[in-house]
């Protein structure tokens, strides 16, 4: 029952209680004692990392890994890795020409470490079965993913070299779809596009750049009968009408969004809502009590449509 009330809660829909979704990311390395650069590369300790840390924290859904560098690397970018974090985009192929230009493809699922990925699924998914646990697959949305491909003047390029722009997050759009498939392929729950810079631009720049290159995605999750969202960070409040309007099931936040604005949008959508942990002041720093945040967003989600979930 705890995967399916995850599901429904995603979806928009009434739940007994709030279901609980860590996004453990290289925390579940830190779990098993092992570096985040082992842990990433070795399709075996991602399994057992992710496995051990749904058990520990008796979640209802867990990402497979929350690494936003996977789609960039798998296209040629190259990564600078950490033992304590996800790796570094430090190569941008589109730093000085199109995607075409720089003779970019679309991966496969022999491209970069989609191997792992795959394998290390294959042996997670069965035992998060077994935990009535949600398989999550997260994919790099358009516009970051544009980012890792072009660099920092993406953000520029979005007003002042639109054709260049569009280019760019179309293929990064195009990237997410294929990314989509693979992970509809390894059996995962829900989807999501993960986008987190995406906070960082006007309305119509959403609209323009990604709200059209993230519907080939969609379409892949809900042809598949998957359930989707989108995962957006920072203050995105200028930016929540259209991610609304995306086409996902439902989106997640973080902690620098209002709870109770958040909520009453996503209902008036029709959407399901996540967050709203505070990870930095609560949990990292210790800055706030963990539990009476806990109790604040619990009491502000509510239990319609709502995923208790770190910001």
Known sequence: MAKKMLIDAY????????????YAGVHCAFIINEPADKFLQDPEL??????????????????????????????????????DNVPSVVT??????????AGLKLPTKDSGRWPVIFKAAKI?????????????????????LGAHLAGVRLFTDVYKHKEFAAEVCKFAGEVGARAAEFYAEMGCDIIASIDPVASQIRP????????????????VIHDAGITSSF????????????VCQIGTH???VDEQMNMNFIRDLARKYGKGFGGNLKLTLALSLGLLSS??????????GGQHGYTFAPG
């Open 124 to 144: 997670a998914k069965p035992q998060l079965a077994d935990l009535d646990c949600a398989l999550i697959g997260g994919f790099c949305g358009p516009l970051t």
């Open 204 to 219: 119509e720049t959403f609209s323009e750049y990604v709200t059209p290159n993230s519907q080939a995605a969609i379409k």
């Open 46 to 83: 991602l399994a057992k990392g992710v496995v051990a840390t749904a058990k520990r924290y008796k979640a209802d859904g867990i990402p497979l890994l929350f690494d936003l560098s996977v789609e960039a690397n798998s296209v040629g970018c190259d990564l600078k890795w950490w033992p």
């Open 250 to 252: 439902g989106f997640a």
């Open 11 to 22: 979806r928009g829909k009434r739940t007994e209680a709030a279901p609980w979704v860590p």
């Open 291 to 300: 539990r009476e945040d806990a109790i604040v967003s619990l009491a502000a």
């Open 231 to 242: 995962f957006i960070c920072g203050d995105a409040t200028k930016v929540m009408e259209e």
């Open 92 to 101: 941008h192929p589109c730093s000085n020409k199109t995607p075409k230009e």
